[in-house]
């Protein structure tokens, strides 16, 4: 949708999105016009980039609105009906009735895009690994409700992955007995377990076999313990191999920060490691683009 100022200037049209398409689009918003226009974006998915990386060779002023306040207006403009024609011609409008709610967009490098990607898929991954860690905190509280907090809050160190690989089972782990336990702790892990940690898991354990007892003497035990136990098991597989794709990535992410920011200036202020510094860098791109710190503010969402 074309608007100049408050008129339109036409009904709104579409274009292909091919470099005919481009040139259409380009041709048709300068029509009447005596040097560069304003083009604003909504940014989804990754649809805008090849666009707005022609709209700015072209030479033209790129805006981006949020796309939260855009489903507001839009909502506001077409309560029942969403087309197309009303999301371009709310976003054209949008020069006029929130100035302050567009930034500038800088069209990204193809290494600030590659960062950008990678720090995404590492937030994907994070928190599917989340995801993971809920799960098995959601079936083990059938299967011994106590023992995730006997674990304590390292409850996902080698030694307690080990300890939850073969021991969902509390009639199982309750035979090692307090000597066995602390045994397999060491075992299984690299610092030196706690005694009070041993002695938390051990009385996890017997309470759970106690609670269950009965009903597993009666064959009434209303799960299998060797099925959740293969869940648990594909759980951690998986936590395991994501772990593992996210220092792979980490790897990535620090070279491709280093490419843009080789001076590791974010890094400088307190409280911004390597995760964040990739982070904010990835998100904001060239933070000249914001005239002070309230438009900054108002693009990152803080």
């Given at each position: ?39 604003v974006m909504e940014p ?190 594909y759980e951690l597989d ?54 002070n710190s309230r438009k ?7």
């Amino acid at each position: 949708a074309v608007h100049d100022g408050a008129t339109p200037r036409g009904k709104p049209f579409t274009v292909e999105a091919t470099r005919e398409g481009v040139d259409v689009l380009l041709r048709r918003a300068q029509e009447g016009a005596t040097g560069p226009v304003t083009f604003v974006m909504e940014p989804t998915g990754l649809a805008w980039l090849q666009l707005a990386a022609h709209i700015a060779a072209a030479g033209h002023t790129l805006l981006v609105s949020k796309p939260q306040k855009l489903s507001d207006l839009r909502k506001f403009y077409s309560k029942h009906t969403k087309t197309d024609s009303v999301d371009a011609s709310t976003v054209a409008r949008l020069p006029l009735l929130d100035p302050d709610g567009l930034h500038a967009m800088c069209v990204p490098t193809a290494e600030e895009t590659t960062l950008r990607r990678l720090v995404k898929q590492r937030e994907r991954l994070a928190r599917q690994l989340g995801d993971h860690k809920r799960r098995i905190h959601a079936v083990m509280v059938i299967a011994n409700p106590w023992l995730m907090a006997a674990l304590g809050e390292d409850r996902f160190s080698a030694a307690r992955t080990a300890f939850l690989r073969s021991y969902v089972d509390p009639a199982k782990a309750a035979e090692m007995g307090q000597e066995g336990i602390r045994r397999f702790f060491s075992n299984h892990g690299s610092g030196r377990i706690e005694a009070a940690t041993v002695d938390q898991v051990l009385e996890s354990c017997l309470q759970a076999h106690g609670l269950y007892a009965g009903l597993r003497a009666a064959g009434k035990l209303p799960f299998d313990y060797a099925a959740i136990q293969d869940e648990v098991a594909y759980e951690l597989d998986e936590m395991q191999r994501k772990d593992a794709m996210i220092k792979k990535l980490e790897s990535k992410i620090d070279d491709a920060y280093r490419r843009i920011d080789p001076d590791q200036t974010l890094q400088q202020l307190r409280g911004i490691g390597p995760t964040i510094a990739a982070a904010i860098e990835a998100l904001v791109g060239n933070v000249l683009r914001f005239p002070n710190s309230r438009k900054f503010i108002g693009y990152t969402g803080l």
